[in-house]
């Protein structure tokens, strides 16, 4: 996805990556996310949320 | 059953509650009562015919509380001999877990003779026809079940055991699981790529120390030498390798901490160390004493103790596919200079006792023994704080350490055998691994 098309739907500006923090069971794990600059909002995609994040949990979750 | 079991008294202990087990001589089921003395836990039965057998089952219970949560009640019927069904019918109704793996004998032959052996292999003995096996892989794909092992006697002395794996894995099993002590791994070059080649997925070393002493007198020869080039024969192949020491008191529970040293520095080839701690079933040397055996806690504190802080005690998990007691799990990945990253975490509710808990059991096993070749080539330049960095080393270098305990005629509860996931399959029936083995 170009950053540059998506827009904020409060803010109406364009999102930019940015170093994200993402925390789950105690750990914390940075990545580069579409983000408002205005208010912050963070642009989870499903391909983010159904593969990596996913993978992870799944990573970090006891067998 | 034929005779009726003798009440035991035990004024003096705490009560953890009875449980049915066999007599090791008959092979009677007979009530067996778990009895507190001190810390240690102690498995204590009486058969009319044979006398009381009093056997420790567990050293130190007040630090590992997680290890007897309490576990839904699992019966184990007896079958017309007196004897627990699954000893000769496989797995009854009333079995309360499924298949997480399977494992075949493919030959009764060995290239050693060592002095314990659960199989009781030796030089004389049979390969199990092609045909037969693939009629094997065949059932087992149709249960589901996808996960198997192949074990004997000793599986490389086949000439064929190339076509035995491309048979599995024609068959539709996904995850092909090589049991070996390793000696043609390490003698013969070119092997174990003949081997990963035709479908190997990995291998379980049988590795019980790192001093010849130790393989002296577990398995009457000199071996570190000849495993050491198995291990490197493999990590050529690209085949994953986990080192499995049966852990025997007074010869090698010394090793322990050196052991697992010894795996992390061979990281990625190595994935991990599988503690077996002796049972007395198969071929021993003698009727065992307490002071003979090693339970599951003292492996996890050796490990803790022995291990310069890579390790701590708790990183250990129990089993949450079989019986909380049957065995432990920590999970790892090997950073760059050596150090472990804790990776699992304890989830608010195990998947113990859920009927898809041997399914991520077997989709865990399989993903952290098996290597990555693609994540080895890119996961040096890699920061773990990232979530692609985090998931490239994880799969790169992924490292366990768990362990099981196999229970011998002595040892036996049935409700842990009734939570058994690792299952036998021969020409007939499927049977909890202790069962088939006692």
Redesign the interface.
């Known amino acids: 996805m170009s950053e540059n098309t998506v827009k904020c739907v409060k803010c109406g500006v364009a999102l930019v990556l940015t170093k994200t923090v993402?925390q789950y069971?105690?750990?914390?794990?940075?990545?580069d996310v579409p983000t408002c600059p205005k208010c912050g909002a963070a642009l989870i995609d499903r391909e983010l949320a159904k593969g990596?994040?996913a993978?992870?949990e799944r990573?970090?979750?006891?067998? | 059953m034929k005779r009726l079991a003798l009440k035991i008294k035990e004024p003096q202990s705490a009560d953890f509650g009875t449980t049915n087990s066999v007599c090791p001589v008959c092979r009677e089921l007979l009530e067996a009562k778990r009895v507190l003395r001190g810390d240690d836990l102690y498995l204590v039965k009486t058969c009319l015919e044979h006398g009381t057998f009093d056997t420790v089952i567990w050293r130190g219970v007040s630090d590992f509380p997680d290890w007897f949560a309490p576990t839904e009640p699992a019966y184990c019927p007896a079958d017309n001999n007196g004897s627990p069904a699954c000893f000769s019918g496989g797995l009854c109704e009333n079995h309360a877990t499924g298949t997480c793996c399977v494992l075949t004998e493919v030959t009764s032959r060995c290239n050693l003779h060592c002095p314990v052996c659960f199989a009781d292999a030796g030089n004389a003995g049979e390969d199990v026809p092609l045909d037969e096996l693939t009629r094997r892989f065949s059932d087992m794909a149709a249960r589901g079940n996808t996960f198997v092992q192949l074990s004997g006697g000793e599986p490389t002395v086949r000439g064929d055991l190339p076509e035995v794996i491309r048979a599995a894995v024609r068959c539709g099993i996904k995850t092909v699981q090589l049991n070996t002590n390793g000696v043609l791994l390490g003698q013969s070059a070119g092997y174990a790529q003949e081997l990963a080649e035709a479908g190997l997925s990995f291998v379980f070393l049988q590795f019980d120390g790192v001093t010849d002493g130790v393989y002296e007198q577990l398995r009457g020869q000199k071996l570190l030498e000849t495993k050491l080039a198995a291990i490197d024969s493999c990590g050529r192949a690209g085949l994953g390798v986990t080192l499995v020491p049966t852990v025997v008191p007074g010869v090698n529970d010394g090793e322990t901490g050196a052991i697992i040293k010894f795996a992390v520095s061979k990281s990625p080839t190595v994935r991990g160390v599988h503690f077996q701690p002796v049972s007395y079933f198969g071929r021993t040397a003698k009727t065992p004493e307490n002071a003979d055996r090693i339970t599951l806690p003292e492996v996890m504190r050796a490990a803790a103790e022995q291990s310069g802080g890579l390790v701590r005690l708790s990183d250990f998990?129990p089993s949450?596919?079989d019986h909380p007691r049957c065995g432990f799990?920590a999970?790892f990945a090997v950073l760059p200079g050596g150090s472990l990253m804790r990776?699992?975490?304890?989830?608010a509710q195990?998947?113990c006792g859920s009927s898809t808990a041997h399914l991520?059991?077997r989709e865990?096993?399989a993903r952290r023994w098996t290597r990555s070749r693609e994540d080895e080539k890119k996961s040096d330049c890699c920061d773990t704080?990232?979530?692609?960095g985090?998931?490239t080393r994880?799969k790169s270098h992924g490292f366990t350490l768990t362990g099981m305990a196999f229970q011998d005629a002595y040892t036996l509860e049935t409700e842990r055998l009734s939570r058994c996931s690792l299952h036998v399959q021969d020409s007939g029936a499927i049977r909890p691994f202790c069962a088939n083995y006692i």
Request: charged share 30%; glycine share 8%.
């Open positions: 993402f069971m105690g750990r914390s794990f940075t990545h990596k994040m993978e992870v990573q970090l979750e006891d067998k | 998990r949450t596919c799990h999970d990776i699992a975490g304890k989830k195990d998947c991520q059991n865990f096993v704080g990232t979530l692609d985090f998931l994880v």
